[in-house]
């Protein structure tokens, strides 16, 4: 258990639709990053906050936003949702010396 | 450009034998960070080990150890005496400082499947 909590674990939704995924990072991590996870693409890094703030953006579409709350905790919003989109989306956290980035167990996005 | 390569198939090791995973990078960084992951079929990524590019020994991890070869730009995954749950997906990864130094996201290779043989 890495300590990072992703909710929900499955989703299942249509295409145009819109979805909120979850991530808790480690208690005392500052940096949030999500990823995504398809056949074709690979592991990709998509955005990144650092204490509410955000860091820096990869390959997320303008379709996708972000956010990382007081708490903590971030949300990933997805709109408009299109059969491409179905994938596992990470989150993962790190201390300020980011040795290491600590996975959650992943979101699986099916979008039928 | 790729900044991470992982082009080994497919690899079968024998039970509690020793095996190595393959990762070249590319980087004009003079500091970064090399990870390596492990992803079994349930999904989730499972931190192996770490080495920066700074580190003048090799990392270990008990039976994980990183071959890294700083001029031929290569950060091989050393596996000893293999276990069938060794069985998983295997990412390298590469992190680069971003500018004032903050923590930097991770570029990942497309992975290597190992499968461990009874």
């Known amino acids: 258990d890495s300590g990072v909590t992703q909710t929900p674990k499955h989703l299942i939704t249509a295409t145009g639709q819109r979805v909120t995924l979850r991530c808790s990072p480690r208690s005392g991590d500052l940096s949030v990053y999500w990823y995504q996870q398809s056949l074709d693409q690979g592991l990709q890094f998509l955005i990144q906050y650092y204490n509410g703030e955000e860091r820096a953006k990869g390959n997320i579409l303008e379709r996708f936003s972000a956010q990382q709350f007081p708490d903590l905790h971030s949300e990933l919003n997805l709109s408009s949702l299109e059969l491409g989109d179905s994938a596992l989306y990470f989150c993962a956290s790190s201390t300020r010396r980011d040795n290491e980035q600590f996975f959650g167990p992943g979101t699986r996005l099916t979008v039928l | 450009a790729q900044k991470i390569t992982q082009t080994q198939p497919g690899m079968f090791v024998q039970e509690k034998e020793a095996v190595t995973l393959d990762c070249t990078y590319d980087?004009?960084?003079?500091?970064?960070?090399l990870f390596w992951y492990k992803q079994p079929s349930s999904g989730e990524m499972i931190f192996l080990i770490y080495q920066g590019s700074y580190d003048q020994q090799n990392a270990t991890e008990g039976r994980y150890s990183l071959n890294f070869q700083k001029a031929r730009k290569s950060a091989n995954l050393v596996i000893s005496a293999s276990q069938l749950g060794d069985s998983a997906m295997y990412f390298c990864?590469?992190?680069?400082?971003?500018?004032?130094?903050?923590?930097?996201?991770?570029?990942f290779g497309k992975g290597i499947t190992l499968s461990v043989r009874p």
């Open positions: 990864a590469m992190r680069e400082l971003q500018k004032g130094g903050a923590n930097s996201k991770l570029t």
């Open positions: 980087t004009s960084d003079p500091s970064y960070g």
